[in-house]
C-alpha cells in the first residue's frame, strides 16, 4: 500500500512536471510569436520612415529640376523664337552653353541639358560646345512625339502636374484641328492637369497626351508640379482615379 501510495504520488509529479514544462513551452511560444511581431513593427515603421525621407528628397529633387526646366522654358518663350531657324539663332551660342552649365551645376542627379529644335537638331547642350551635328529626327521617340504617335506623356512632363503653353508660342502656325486649337487656346489662359483636359470637348485622354507631347517638343510647354491641381492629381492617383 505504501509502495501504490508513491507510485501515485511520483505519477502526480510527473504529470505536475510536464504540465510545467508544456506551461514554459507555451510562455516561450508566445514569447518568441511577440517579439516577432515587435520586431516586424519596428522594421515597418523604420521602412516607412526610410521612405518618408527617400520621398522628401526626391520630392525636393524634383522641384529643383521642374524649377531649372521652368526657368529655361520661361528663357525660350521671352526670346519668342517662331520657326526652328529662329530658335537656332537664339539658343545656339556660347553664352546658352554657359547658361546650360550653369543649371547642369544645380542638377546633380541630371547627366547632361540638351536643346533640341522642331526639326530634330540639337542647337544647344551643357556637355560641350559646338554642339555635335546630331540630328534626332529619324529617332523612334522623336518621331512618335512629333507626330502624336505616343499614348504615354513623355518622360520630362509624366506625373503629377499641370500645363501651360508658353506665351511665347505662334499658336497660329500649329497645323492642328480646331478642337486640338482651342484646347491650346485654353490652355494659354489656364493651368490645368491632364485628367481635366482629357474632359474637354473633342479631346480625350489619347489626344490630350500627344498634343502635350508636341507642345513641349517644340518648346511650347510649361510644367509645374508644385501646383494647387498638381498635387490634387497626384492625390487622386493614389486613389486610383
Known amino acids: 500500500m505504501p509502495d501504490r501510495r508513491r507510485h501515485l504520488k511520483f505519477r502526480g509529479l510527473i504529470a505536475v512536471a510536464a504540465a510545467l514544462i508544456a506551461l514554459a513551452v507555451l510562455a516561450t511560444a508566445l514569447a518568441i510569436v511577440s517579439l516577432r511581431a515587435d520586431a516586424m513593427r519596428d522594421a515597418e515603421r523604420d521602412a516607412g520612415n526610410i521612405a518618408s525621407v527617400l520621398a522628401e528628397q526626391t520630392a525636393g529633387s524634383v522641384r529643383i529640376i521642374d524649377l531649372t526646366l521652368s526657368e529655361l522654358q520661361d528663357r525660350i518663350a521671352a526670346a519668342g523664337a517662331a520657326t526652328p531657324k529662329e530658335f537656332g539663332a537664339a539658343f545656339g551660342g556660347r553664352d546658352v552653353f554657359r547658361i546650360l552649365q550653369d543649371m547642369l ?90 485628367r481635366e483636359i482629357s474632359d474637354w470637348a473633342g479631346l480625350g485622354r489619347e489626344r490630350a497626351v500627344r498634343m502635350l507631347n508636341a507642345l513641349y517638343l517644340q518648346s511650347g510647354l510649361m510644367v509645374s508640379r508644385s501646383h494647387p491641381d498638381a498635387i490634387n492629381e497626384s492625390w487622386f492617383g493614389g486613389l486610383g482615379r
Open 105 to 194: 551645376s544645380r542638377l546633380s542627379q541630371v547627366d547632361v541639358i540638351t536643346l533640341v529644335d522642331a526639326e530634330g537638331r540639337i542647337i544647344n547642350n551643357s556637355r560641350a560646345f559646338p554642339s555635335p551635328a546630331v540630328n534626332l529626327f529619324d529617332r523612334d521617340y522623336f518621331q512618335d512625339a512629333m507626330r502624336g504617335g505616343r499614348t504615354d506623356l513623355l518622360p520630362e512632363i509624366v506625373g503629377p502636374a499641370v500645363y501651360r503653353v508658353a506665351p511665347g508660342l505662334d499658336l497660329g502656325a500649329l497645323p492642328v484641328s480646331a478642337p486640338l486649337l482651342a484646347a491650346v487656346y485654353r490652355l494659354r489662359r489656364e493651368s490645368v492637369n491632364l
